[in-house]
């Protein structure tokens, strides 16, 4: 019954994994059709400030989702950690818990400067782009950013039930 429910709730992870992959290539498109707009209205400099925005966005987001996703594993694993491990992986553990979370303060540093270069984007566009337009490219912006997210966990999740099911699978005679 656990092997039936773990495939099912993977089944539905995997099915939902496609979604969100359909929505990031809608995304993606209307991403591109923003782009022609701004090349098009845009002086060089201001649209090449634009594309290296955009592009550090997705950089940016996914690098912080990664490391607090690594930082997440590394505490768990610190939890675990019980008389019988020996001291050589509880430094390991301590000093991968240290060098995660100082990378990760350095990416929210980055994340907060890519906020002030996405003000100073946007201040372009508003000279140039009509009202609507300008909530699109706020739009686009917002959903690249959440459809990101989305995409990450559901890869952690699937990777999590993965490793239940191979688990379960290995644990059975």
Known sequence: ELISSLQSK????WEERELVLSEARECAERGEELEATVRDVCKPNEFERYMMFIGDLEKVVSLLLCLSSRLARVQNAMRRVDGNTDAEEK??????????????EDAKDLKENLDRRERVVSGILAK????????????????????LIEQKDLEEQIRFF????????KSLP
């Open 91 to 104: 430094q390991s553990l301590n000093e991968r818990h240290k060098l995660l979370s100082r990378q990760r």
């Open 162 to 169: 993965e490793e239940q099911l191979e688990n379960l699978e």
């Open 128 to 147: 140039y782009l009509t009202d609507q337009q300008l909530q699109e490219y706020r739009r686009f912006v917002q959903v690249k950013t959440s459809l």
């Open 10 to 13: 993977l089944q539905s992870l």
